[in-house]
C-alpha cells in the first residue's frame, strides 16, 4: 500500500490519507467528489475533494475531506504538522439500500472547509460548533451543531508533510451544545464515544437530554460526576 504511482500528480499527502481508510475499508472503491473549483474561496467547493466510504458497523457514510492538510507539497512553515495539522470526518447513519451519500452533507462539509482556508482558523478536539440551524441543509432535524473529536478508528497519522489528525465532527441538538460549552475536551470526548458507536451522527434522534434512559450518559459527562 505503499506504491503512490497510481497518482497522475505527485500528492503524497492525499495517498496517505487513502492509506489510513483503506485500511479500515479494504478493496472499497470510495465515492469521490472532486471540485472543478479547488482553493477558489469564492466558490462553494474549494476543498479540492470529498471522499466517502461505506462502512457497516454500525451502517453509515464515512466522509473524508482533502484540503486542510498539505495533499502535494509542502508549504507551511510548520515541519511537524500538515497543514491545518487536520482534515474532517462525518460519519452519518445509511439506510442499507440507499445508493448515493447525501448531498447535503458534501456541501455542509466544503462549507466548513471554507470557513477554515478563508479564516485560517482550525479546528481541534473538544471544539463545539454552533451552526445556528440544521447541520444539513433542508433536513428536518433537531441537531444544530457539532462537537469535534478525534475520528475513533482513524486518530492521528503520521505523513511527509507532518502529523495529520481526522477530526471527526459529531451532530448534536443545541441544548446538548449549551451543556458541553467549556467542558474540558476529555469529557466531551467520552461522551461522543459512549453516546453514538464510533461517533455516527443520527439525524433523526432527539436530544439525549429527553431520553431519560440517556441523559445521565451526558450529564455525568457534562459535570465529570465518578468520572475521576
Known sequence: MNDDREYVVHAPGWAAIDRAFA???PRQIPHQFSSRTPYELDSPNPLPAISVYE???P???????HGLSELFEKTSNIADT????FELTFRLRREPDQAMPPEEALRMLQALGRYVLESRTGFDTGHVLDLGGPILQGCDTALTG???VPDPQLGQIDTVHG???FLLLFGVTSDE??????????????????ASELGTTDTTRRSIFADPKRAPIARRWQLGIGLG
Not at 500538515?82 to 495539522?85: D, E, H, M, V, Y
Open 55 to 57: 462502512a457497516n458497523h
Open 23 to 25: 485500511r479500515h475499508y
Open 146 to 148: 457539532f462537537l469535534c
Open 163 to 165: 502529523a495529520l489528525l
Open 59 to 65: 451502517c453509515a457514510w464515512h466522509f473524508v475531506s
Open 177 to 194: 451544545l449549551e451543556a458541553f460549552q467549556g467542558v474540558p475536551m476529555e469529557r466531551i470526548v467520552g461522551f461522543v464515544h459512549e
Open 82 to 85: 500538515s497543514g491545518f495539522g
